[in-house]
């Protein structure tokens, strides 16, 4: 039965207003620590008091001079570091990567709305408490997102991308089979015009963000990483309109003329960016762009996409781009170019998140550098002030390590302690 559109309003009203008046204000919680690391400066913060109310941090002080709260709780951490809750610019929660070229065929379209749940929680569990999720099928980060904040399952704060997009035959079409099944994304695009109405389309179901494919990639058929996809007028006309309702855009982006095009454009961030050349890496600079590049996940392609069932011609194109992309994030770094941190999880397993730091840091940055593309950087690409530093007003979001992480980044690959707006969602302590 159709339900009246006029009554809707009423009905969210009276749900919003019923949710304001349950239940009391939770107790304040205070954490402290041996040390917490100042991603602003690089600075250990020796001894911290942070005082969390409502899921929020009140104050950051050196231990013992703010009064413990009477009927407050405190998690008290000895020996642990904190670091800011970690962000990962780029995941797809509703992808396996142990079902490789059709053998994902085999299982029911709901078979991944239901995988998505368990990725979520081991996400989590590895220190991840915001992610942005850049394409699903289906609308599954919406929905996920929406059970995660109505506290149903556990996972990180989402930033839902939903349907990723671009031009008939592009990276996010569906290019796998023949004309006789009619296989195609709901919301290819060809032309300005044609983006802009996916673009509010999307928008109106729940994205938080807009993902466009300028170039081709490694994981379609009938495309190449290198071939452009979308011209500068439909880049411009994505970036355009997602700017009026509020949002910012991604753009898969392997090749080094869809690159150049994107940022002129006004993309927010490229992904992948494994072919920027000069010019590219320039422009980046000049415009502010910031490059999220997945130089973690290729290693674990190399060693099991085969088995997996990925396809021959995937592999291929996997090991032509690999290295080529990691020299020239070590390039566009040694630049000055704008990094944050996003793995393709889903290409490789979730919760295996936090080993792209390491590689981050072979192939150019410090720790520090690296923890601040994951937090900091992070939150600032995503226009955002209540996720990814430890300071007043911002959720409070941690994860703590035995250890210094700015000594040895790989503490990061596998926290003892998760915290998730003031709450331990994960402790693994002796």
Partial sequence: ?????????????????????????????????????????GRMVQ?????????????????????????????????????????????????????????????NDRFWSALAVTHAGKTLDAGFTTVRNVGASDWNDVGLGQAIAAGKVR???????????????????STYFPPSMEEKNPYNA????????????????????????????????????????????????AVDEAAQWGLRVAAHAHGAAGIKDAIRAGVTTIEHASLIDDEGIAL????????????????????????NGVLEDNLRKDREVTEIQRQNFKKAHAAGVKMVYGTDAGVHPHGGNGKQFAVMVKYGMSPLQAIQAATLNAAEALGRNDVGIVEAGRFADMVAVK???????????????????????????P
């Fill in 47 to 107: 001894h911290p008091e942070i005082l969390v109310r409502d899921g929020r941090i009140v104050s950051v002080k050196p231990a013992g001079s703010t009064p413990a709260g009477g009927d407050g709780t405190r998690i008290a951490l000895p020996g642990m570091t904190l670091v800011p809750g970690l962000i990962d610019m780029h995941v797809h929660l509703d992808s396996d990567p142990t079902y490789g070229g059709y053998s994902y065929l085999e299982y």
């Fill in 190 to 237: 060809d032309g300005p015009e044609e983006v802009r109405k996916s673009v509010r389309a999307l928008r109106k179901y729940g994205a938080q963000v807009i993902k466009v494919c300028a170039t081709g990639g490694v994981f379609s058929r009938n495309t190449e990483p290198g071939q452009q996809q979308m011209n500068l007028a439909e880049l411009r006309a």
């Fill in 403 to 429: 250890g210094d992480p700015l000594a040895n980044v790989q503490l990061l690959e596998a926290p003892a302690v998760v915290i998730q707006g003031g709450t331990v969602v994960k402790r693994e302590l």
């Fill in 284 to 307: 980046a600079k000049k415009h502010g762009a910031w490059l999220s590049m997945d130089i973690y996940n290729g290693d674990y392609t190399a060693a099991e996409g085969k088995k």
């Fill in 155 to 173: 996972g990180p704060r989402i930033i839902p991308g939903a349907w990723s997009f671009g031009p008939t035959g592009s990276h996010c079409d």
């Fill in 1 to 41: 039965m159709n339900r009246p559109t006029t009554l809707i309003p009423r009905i969210v009203l009276s749900c919003l207003a019923a949710l304001s008046w349950t239940g009391a204000q939770a107790a304040d919680v205070t954490i402290t620590a041996d040390r917490l690391l100042d991603v602003r400066t």
